[in-house]
């Protein structure tokens, strides 16, 4: 039986040690579903460690609610269809959820205690979800990814910056780019605009685009409605930027008449940069502001 869920003292730092984001893609035709295991990838940590799910939901940037949904062990995995679980709890509305395995000393009753000193809290880096996106009555596609750290934390300035992302066009594919734009930190307020730049092949400018893309929810581009005068279809390399955020990009191909659907995400987490932080984020400021001049 699940159980609603509330934080003590609004720390969330517990919440956020293996957690991802999700986008809820419903209204685009697409059922979305969620893997999580109770292994430490690198197969070195935790092995003994049991997790409490926890789902969060929201809608028009507001908390809809938190509620746990089983426990896992060891060895232990579960795949669930994120639209039943959203109804089952009537949040019918949530175009953004978070699945986090909460490490059972961090949950009592219900309750998500304080985990005290950040610099203390233990090392669940990597702890990915399994994400995929299904056409009704054909296949699925998906790909694993989690909270990156310290994700649009409060008294720090992010930038975001995608690029070499391909996106392909065909007939009877639908080809989507999706930002999620969510927080580790519990007073996140900020609304993005994310710039895009399209190219051919050749390298040449086709098409420009934005978005908006609120505090914890996404937007979602179709690409071929940006691309419709395009005079030739297949691929294309797409840039995308903020200056005043982070964002999770997805890229989704679909094809209803085949019922097929490709996803994917444009680049891997920051830890795999061989460089510090400070240097990594000059260089992605440098580069929107030549790209789209911001």
Not at 18 to 24: D, K, Q, R
Request: hydrophobic share 40%.
């Amino acid at each position: 039986m699940s159980r609603a869920v509330s934080v003590e003292n609004s720390d969330l730092g517990p919440l956020h040690l293996a957690s991802t984001p999700i986008a809820v893609m419903a209204k685009f035709g697409l059922a979305t579903y969620a893997g999580l295991s109770g292994d430490d990838p690198g197969r070195t940590r935790h092995r003994d460690v049991s997790y409490s799910v926890v789902l969060s939901a929201f809608a028009r940037s507001r908390l809809l609610g938190r509620r746990e949904l089983q426990t896992i062990g060891p060895h232990e995995h579960v795949f669930l269809s994120v639209d039943q679980r959203l109804e089952e709890f009537g949040w019918r509305d949530a175009s953004l959820c978070i699945l986090h395995r909460v490490p059972s000393q961090y949950m009592a009753d219900g309750i998500i205690r304080s985990s005290g000193d950040p610099a203390r809290r233990p090392d669940y880096s990597m702890y990915r979800t399994v994400v995929q996106y299904g056409v009704p009555n054909g296949g699925m596609g998906g790909l694993v990814y989690e909270t990156p750290p310290n994700l649009n934390v409060t008294g720090r300035k992010p930038h975001f910056l995608s690029f070499t992302n391909k996106v392909y066009l065909s007939e009877g594919v639908d080809s989507y780019l999706v930002f999620l734009n969510y927080s580790v930190s519990a007073d996140y307020v900020h609304e993005t605009e994310a710039r895009l730049a399209f190219h051919d092949t050749d390298g040449r400018k086709v098409a420009a685009a934005s978005v908006q893309v609120p505090a914890y929810d996404f937007a979602c581009l179709r690409v071929n409605d940006v691309l419709k005068s395009a005079r030739d279809p297949g691929f294309f390399s797409v840039s995308a930027s903020s200056v005043t955020s982070s964002l999770i990009p997805l890229s989704i191909l679909v094809s209803r008449r085949n019922g097929g659907v490709s996803v994917e995400h444009s680049h891997p987490p920051q830890e795999y940069w061989m460089a510090d932080w400070p240097l990594v984020n000059a260089m992605k400021a440098r580069a929107a502001k030549h790209l789209f001049g911001s």
